[in-house]
């Protein structure tokens, strides 16, 4: 069964850093663009960022210059390195397919950017 695990979330000062780890089991994901979403209260859920299988990439334009999404392939994994984080960053955040895998969505983990 498909699964997308996140982790790495935690509370931030406006101008810190994280980074966001997903695992992706259940099925064979190289060939799939995978992508950050991220929601926050009373939004709807964004993307972030996505990656393709030969490592072309995209941003939202309030991510630019500010996040790295990467994979792993033989670790099944999706990162996602925040930088010079923002209140608005503020957020749930979530990977999955680009377009997504509406009935996986998995637990998510909260960003909190706040002094």
């Known amino acids: 069964q498909v699964h997308f695990v996140e982790s790495g979330g935690g509370l931030v000062q406006p101008g810190g850093s994280l980074r966001l780890s997903c695992v992706l089991s259940?099925?064979?994901?190289?060939?799939?663009?995978m992508g950050w979403y991220r929601q926050a209260p009373g939004k709807q859920r964004e993307l972030v960022a996505d990656?393709?299988?030969?490592?072309?990439?995209n941003y939202a334009n309030s991510v630019i210059d500010r996040f790295i999404i990467s994979r792993d392939f033989t670790r099944h994994m999706v990162y996602l390195q925040m930088y010079n984080l923002k209140p608005d960053d503020t957020a749930a955040y979530y990977c999955?397919?680009?377009?997504?895998?509406?009935?996986?969505w998995g637990q998510g983990t909260q960003v909190t950017v706040s002094s």
């Open positions: 999955n397919t680009r377009p997504p895998l509406h009935y996986y």
């Open positions: 990656i393709a299988e030969g490592g072309t990439t």
């Open positions: 259940g099925r064979d994901f190289s060939s799939n663009v």
